[in-house]
T-cell receptor, first 118, second 111 residues
Framework: GAGVSQSPSNKVTEKGKDVELRCDPI?????LYWYRQSLGQGLEFLIY????????KSGLPSDRFSAERTGGSVSTLTIQRTQQEDSAVYLC????????????????FGEGSRLTVL | AQSVTQLGSHVSVSEGALVLLRCNYS??????LFWYVQYPNQGLQLLLK??????LVKGINGFEAEFKKSETSFHLTKPSAHMSDAAEYFC?????????FGTGTRLQVFP
């Protein structure tokens, strides 16, 4: 597709269940980011993948959160044993180059996956 | 560490009035600064960015921002608001290859 695609667009789950959120970045983009958007909290950085380098996981809020990126393309964000405070919109973004260094790459965002934990 | 602060979570203006959305940054090195906009039920899109060079940066839809090192600010302005400008606006700064966003400012435009 032409843009960043995320699925599902909406997910309602029960507390304690595991969820997987998928991101399909723009073809050829080497950098991929996950953010969490909560009411009044802005966008919180979660994790960043760049090519074959080890991901920057510094924003993951707990060990219940993990993410992988297979083949340098599709990424999956997994939340285990979901809690009510995990309810938020999870945004994925990709860019041709990383945001710092020699390239101040523009991030292209998907429309997000809205997670509601009951 | 680099960060940004957006003053005012909500701003309301009349159509045709000046739009001013405030952003202050904290950075020990020359910052790369961005403004993104999120229209209702859509993903974020880039409005404009400052890296180096001219301190007055022009973006899409008539928006512009001025980098002021002495004030550590990167405020977003538009001379005349339009109803279609109603959205949430995020200021962001680069920190080690990732964008760190502010908490956002929701702009309402009244007829």
């Amino acid at each position: 597709g032409a843009g960043v695609s995320q699925s599902p667009s909406n997910k309602v789950t029960e507390k304690g269940k595991d969820v997987e959120l998928r991101c399909d970045p723009i073809s050829g983009h080497t950098a991929l980011y996950w953010y969490r958007q909560s009411l009044g909290q802005g966008l919180e950085f979660l994790i960043y993948f760049q090519g074959n380098s080890a991901p920057d996981k510094s924003g993951l809020p707990s060990d219940r959160f993990s993410a992988e990126r297979t083949g340098g393309s599709v990424s999956t964000l997994t939340i285990q044993r979901t809690q009510q405070e995990d309810s938020a919109v999870y945004l994925c973004a990709s860019s041709l180059v990383a945001s710092g260094g020699a390239g101040t790459g523009e991030l292209f965002f998907g429309e997000g996956s809205r997670l509601t934990v009951l | 560490a680099q960060s940004v602060t957006q003053l005012g979570s909500h701003v309301s203006v009349s159509e045709g009035a000046l739009v001013l959305l405030r952003c202050n940054y904290s950075s020990s090195v020359p910052p790369y600064l961005f403004w993104y906009v999120q229209y209702p039920n859509q993903g974020l899109q880039l409005l404009l960015k400052y890296t180096t060079g001219a301190t007055l940066v022009k973006g899409i839809n008539g928006f512009e921002a001025e980098f002021k090192k002495s004030e550590t600010s990167f405020h977003l302005t538009k001379p005349s608001a339009h109803m279609s400008d109603a959205a949430e606006y995020f200021c962001a700064v680069v920190r080690t290859d990732k964008l760190i966003f502010g908490t956002g400012t929701r702009l309402q435009v009244f007829p």
